[in-house]
């Protein structure tokens, strides 16, 4: 890679090829398109924001709360959060008359929320007009007894008849309030391909943090019941990132039972089962008992990615996440074995690009040196890792895409690390598969 558009985070529109929807199951085949960073945005600065998201993201995570008191076939087009950051942003509609929206796509969350009016000051400014529950002939409050509301999850008991539920999520950029609902929502941009879905809970909120740039909102694609992958009864789903070098491909993503892995190649590792504590439920976490590089095993603690049972530790996948985080005792034995392959002078690269690990690239060199894979040993299964999936170049330096992290801490497996992989999520069997695959042709 060697221009700023090259270093752009993934970005993705989602475009519908088929919508139905029966009864409780859900299966689309969408096209992913990468938007690229602003022009002025350098590729060092696309890392080094791209990081200090996620590490804002990975902060945030064991001090989320969801707070509540008593007080078939879907698609929708979707683009990347811009200039910087990890996110996909969603469109979709809401309500009847349908009103569209741009909606991060979480997998890290369950809850679905967009701006309601009126917001007053406590709003953020977003690109579309703000939905009006007043305005709508399907909006309805969602009953406090119902089994999707947060109020009867939380209370234990049954809630009194005719109370509407009041929520306060954060997140890792940011917070949001308001009152648990629900909607029709409208997927698909043609009129041919849209797809109706009655009765999806959501939260109207009126009250959020400034911290949702581009959006109107969220999708969660979590585990939790309150997620839209759940409320569909999808089941499972996946999506096969194109490479970061590549500007012209288009990418996809699945979702039900269009989602499907053939072929040789295909590895798959169970779930680890998550603890039950929110936010640790919602995340898919997997079991990574070591890593290689070439031939070669480093010499990682068997127990470096263990979850433990007071919710520390572990290993999650997460596609809102840029860069991959590694234990500090994993991550050491990683840089180590880096360095010593590169012959390239090293130079201090945390200003610019935030990566702890990074190389010069002198205009005699044309291109950096070939390196061999990286292996991530998951349960039963291998995950191999070209070089370009774990190395990021850009204004000079050739950079490895890992930090660490604080030992205790989870890690994280991003999205650069998952370029020209078919990874399929299944749900119902509580298993990740994936396979190499030429991602721009699938």
């Keep these: 890679m060697s221009s700023t558009s090259q270093m752009a ?45 996620d590490m804002y993201r990975q902060h945030a995570r064991f001090g989320r709360e969801l707070a509540a008191s008593s007080d078939g076939t879907v698609s929708a087009p979707t683009r990347k959060d811009l200039p910087n950051g990890g996110e996909y942003l969603m469109m ?30 406590r709003c953020f400014k977003q690109p579309a007009p703000l939905y009006n529950p007043s305005s709508s002939t399907t909006f309805g409050v969602l009953p406090c007894n119902s089994s999707l509301s947060m109020c009867a999850a939380l209370a234990g008991a049954t809630p009194p008849l005719g109370c509407a539920c009041m929520y306060n999520q954060t997140y890792g950029t940011g917070w949001t309030a308001g009152v648990q609902s629900t909607e029709t929502f409208t997927f698909g941009s043609a009129a041919a391909d849209q797809t109706r879905v009655p009765h999806i809970a959501f939260g109207c909120s009126n009250a959020s943090s400034d911290d949702w740039n581009g959006s109107a909102g969220l999708v969660g694609l979590g585990r939790g019941i309150l997620s839209l992958v759940s409320q569909l009864g999808a089941g499972r789903f996946s999506y096969c990132l194109t490479p970061f070098q590549d500007t012209n491909s288009t990418s996809t993503l699945l979702l039900g039972p269009s989602a499907a892995l053939n072929g040789t190649g295909v590895r798959s590792t169970p779930f680890v089962a998550s603890p039950t504590k929110a936010p640790m439920s919602t995340y898919y976490y997997l079991n990574l008992t070591g890593i290689s590089i070439g031939t070669t095993a480093l010499s990682i603690p068997p127990n470096a990615f263990s979850l433990k049972a007071d919710g520390t530790g572990g290993l999650i996948i997460d596609s809102g996440t840029t860069i991959t985080s590694l234990v500090d005792t994993a991550y050491q034995k990683v840089r180590a074995a880096v360095k010593s392959l590169v012959t390239l002078p090293t130079t201090d690269g945390s200003d610019a690009t935030g990566l702890d690990l990074c190389f010069a690239l002198t205009s005699q060199t044309s291109a950096p040196p070939a390196m061999p894979s990286m292996t991530l040993h998951f349960d039963g299964a291998d995950m191999v890792l070209p070089a370009d999936s774990y190395m990021i170049s850009g204004s000079g330096l050739w950079c490895l895409a890992m930090r660490n992290q604080t030992d205790g801490a989870m890690s994280t497996l991003g999205n650069y690390q998952q370029q020209n992989m078919h990874i399929l999520y299944d749900v119902r069997k509580e298993s990740l598969s994936f396979a190499p695959a030429k991602c721009s042709t699938l």
């Design 9 to 53: 985070s993934v970005a993705v529109l989602l475009l519908a090829a088929c919508a139905t929807m029966a009864s409780g199951a859900a299966g689309v085949r969408v096209g992913l398109t990468r938007i690229h960073a602003e022009p002025s945005v350098t590729a060092s600065q696309f890392v080094r924001d791209a990081l200090r998201r």
């Design 92 to 121: 979709l509609a809401i309500g009847t008359p349908p009103l569209a929206y741009p909606a991060i796509a979480d997998t890290g969350s369950d809850l679905i929320w967009t701006q309601c009016a009126p917001c007053g000051k």
